[in-house]
């Protein structure tokens, strides 16, 4: 075995840094198109049809499991759509909202509107030299509520009071809304008897903001705003079950509260909502790539493994994945690259998170199969210990292919989540949805459930 040389070390390293999990857009050089096969059913196709096939306005669901690739596709769809002269505005709900606190329409509406109106001042777009959190300034200013003592408070509690004189007075309620729990309850509370007045309010600068897109954009077809980072409302252990309820209350509710007059809404949804109420609030969901068919052997499925070894070339480079894994099979594949693929479940997440471990325990190059063995090994300990009871509803999602879902209740709801957010189990379509269980702990699971045939969670499932 040769030691590594310079060189070696300093393309490890490069190609370490190009393994990075991070959103892409189309046009970044590591973007590998993930439906770009005969047959394949683009989620992000179908989103960009139903707005081009609708005239004025749509609202459409969209969403993602951690690291499946959602908000990637969403700037793909964003790039789509600016491609046919859309004008396209996007909005981070979390630069305002607390994933781990419970929302209403209130709260919610405030935050669609601010950020509609951050979203246009990046186009240098202007609404009468007044963005959204002046004017809600200006309204509350007006009104009964104590803003003044809330801005009292709010200098007590963090460092707005050492440079308050230098922001206006909307940035004063925005930074309230970011960081202040006791002003957002006031706030709400506040707005809680005044929502057709607030949905008015808010219909009516966004109608403002759009005149004045049209003035500068006069040839669009369309304007769209996409409203991202929804889906990561889940609370934490402590509030899990009243984030759910009230995001759950809100999407079979007020679900048409965020419908925008003359605009089409993209709204990233929590995924779980097709668990608690699948027929309200249908969302289009981001599968994970493919590996195997859904039959008794898990048969291998070509277009993923084409997929992802395209990705895996674009990311180690030119020749790269020669001068790592060593020379080609037959048919040109890299059986150390395929051992690693087979690993990762088809989860881009896992995929990045393996290589990198790889190229951690490299030694020599290329790199021998030990080295593959250790970190994938190390990958597996990482979803371990499992648990008996999930270990059997693992099992009957195993075996069934379904997610068995015991009831609809938050709390399985949250429960089943936890399991695709953390890439237990795997989301997958071939045109009607499906789940599988990681390949890296069949095996666990599957001695877990015959070890302890009489697990309580096993008597609960379909």
Request: glycine fraction near 6%; charge should be negative.
């Amino acid at each position: 075995m040769n030691p590594l040389t310079a060189s070696d070390r300093d393309f490890l390293k490069s190609t370490y840094q190009n393994l990075a999990d991070r959103p892409l857009n189309p046009s970044d050089p590591f973007y590998e198109p993930p439906y770009a096969y005969e047959g394949a059913d683009d989620p992000v196709e179908a989103m960009l049809n139903r707005i081009t096939f609708t005239q004025v306005q749509s609202l459409q669901l969209f969403s993602g499991f951690r690291g499946a690739g959602k908000t990637t596709e969403l700037f793909r769809l964003r790039h789509l759509l600016q491609q046919q002269g859309y004008v396209v505005l996007y909005g981070d709900a979390l630069q305002y909202l607390n994933p781990a606190e419970p929302i209403d329409v209130t709260i919610l509406l405030v935050v669609l509107a601010g950020s509609f109106s951050d979203a246009l001042q990046q186009l240098d777009i202007e609404i009468a030299d007044e963005p959204y959190w002046t004017r809600l300034w200006n309204y509350l200013t007006t009104t009964r509520i104590t803003v003044p003592e809330a801005t009292a408070k709010l200098e007590v509690e963090n460092p707005l009071k050492d440079y308050v004189g230098g922001l206006t007075a909307g940035v004063d309620v925005k930074l309230a809304l970011q960081t202040t729990p006791g002003f957002r309850q006031r706030l709400r509370e506040f707005l809680t008897t005044r929502v057709a007045q607030l949905k008015a309010d808010v219909d009516k600068f966004v109608e403002d903001g759009i005149k004045r897109i049209r003035k500068n954009y006069p040839n669009a077809p369309g304007i769209v705003f996409l409203f991202d980072s929804l889906e990561q409302l889940r609370g934490s252990i402590s509030t899990e079950d009243e984030v759910t309820r009230s995001v759950e209350l809100f999407f079979s509710h007020h679900i048409r509260m965020i419908e925008v007059p003359y605009v089409h809404v993209v709204c990233c949804a929590p995924p779980w909502l097709q668990f608690v109420m699948p027929n309200i609030a249908p969302v289009v969901l981001i599968p994970n790539v493919k590996l195997w068919n859904n039959d008794d052997r898990r048969s291998r499925s070509a277009a993923g493994w084409d997929f992802l070894r395209r990705l895996l070339r674009k990311r180690f480079g030119e020749n790269g994945c020669e001068r790592f894994f060593g020379p080609p099979g037959a048919g040109g594949e890299f059986p150390g690259a395929d051992r690693i693929i087979e690993s990762s479940g088809g989860h881009f997440r896992e995929l990045m998170r393996l290589l990198q471990e790889t190229l951690t325990r490299t030694r020599s190059l290329p790199v021998n199969e030990d080295a593959i063995e250790l970190a994938i090994q190390a990958v597996r300990r990482s979803f371990l210990p499992i648990a008996i009871e999930d270990a059997h509803w693992l099992e009957a999602i195993g075996r069934m292919r379904t997610a068995g879902l015991p009831s609809s209740r938050a709390a399985d709801a949250a429960r089943l989540t936890r399991f695709l957010d953390t890439h237990f189990v795997l989301y997958l379509t071939n045109g009607e949805p499906w789940y599988d269980i990681h390949p890296l702990i069949r095996d666990e699971v599957s001695s877990i459930a015959a070890r302890h045939p009489t697990g309580a969670a096993g008597n609960r499932l379909i």
